[in-house]
């Protein structure tokens, strides 16, 4: 092997490393110019879990917090743009009694919410998917004669709450 052939394959190798160096740069820079042109949500799984009730509640309030945090990133007339899905599979209500150590209540517990974002391109396919988990303490009120009233904004205080970091899990 020659000094020329040497030389250029070490360049080779560097320029390599140095796109790889950047290629998360890129990546994360990326999201930034990402536009939405319609955002969806998908209760569908609570129904399959017995949760049709907190997924409606959820299909009520979820759309206007997204539309809010996603407000920066929505070009509602451009057709290539994408779409957002925010699905949700799964809200655990916690028992009261169950919450962490840091709250020791008997009125105390921790609630749960479990979905995806899923980012349609222009044609309808999936281009990325974010998972997220959010969990939340509650304060709980077991023999409050408003009980469905506690339970249904507890269940919107989670549909907040994904909203809220879902941004934040895409990058944006």
Known sequence: ???TTSAMTRRAAVSALAAFALAPRLAAAAPAALRFRQIRVDVSPLADKDEADWGRVIER????????????YLAPGDRNG???????????LG??????????????????????????????????????????????QPNS???????RRRVETLAL????????QMGL
């Open 145 to 151: 004669p408003y009980q469905e009233d506690v339970l």
């Open 1 to 3: 092997m020659d000094n």
């Open 95 to 140: 028992a009261p009694g169950q919450g962490s150590l840091l709250f020791e209540s008997n009125f105390s517990t921790t609630d749960s919410i479990n979905g995806v974002g899923i980012v349609l391109d222009g044609r309808g396919r999936p281009v990325a998917t974010y998972p997220l988990f959010s969990s939340m303490h509650a304060d709980t």
């Open 61 to 72: 309030v979820l759309p206007a917090e997204l539309q809010r945090s996603f407000g920066a």
């Open 82 to 92: 994408a779409t957002l899905v925010a699905r949700i599979d799964l809200v655990t």
């Open 161 to 168: 709450s994904f909203a809220q970091w879902l941004p934040g």
